[in-house]
């Protein structure tokens, strides 16, 4: 059964940092692509970064200038995201999301056909 599963979120104090997780169970990072997107609340959903096959990854938000940073663990199939230096503008929903059998980064939702359920990060202002 295909699943992605993200934790790793929570409340956090502005200038913190956080590192989200998405493992993956049915489909192998080897042959999907992994995006990371948020929600803010009242906003569209925005794409933040991707992992294509188990190798190159791209930052969507380059006006971030570094902040966010996409990893792996190969050997547990969980896919990482290192939020630096957070915001109150960085509090939203933080979904993981992967195209199977697809090789191909893409920072729009529609692209991608399965999604895990969310973690909540909040950042007081």
Known sequence: QLQLVESGGGLVQSGESLRLSCRVSGLSLDTSTIGWFRQAPGKEREGISCLRCN?????????EKGRFAVSKNRAENTVYLQINNLRPEDTAVYFCAARRSICYCSDSDTHYSFWGQGTQVT???
């Open 55 to 63: 190798g190159p990854t791209t930052n969507y938000l380059r006006s």
């Open 123 to 125: 950042v007081p202002s």
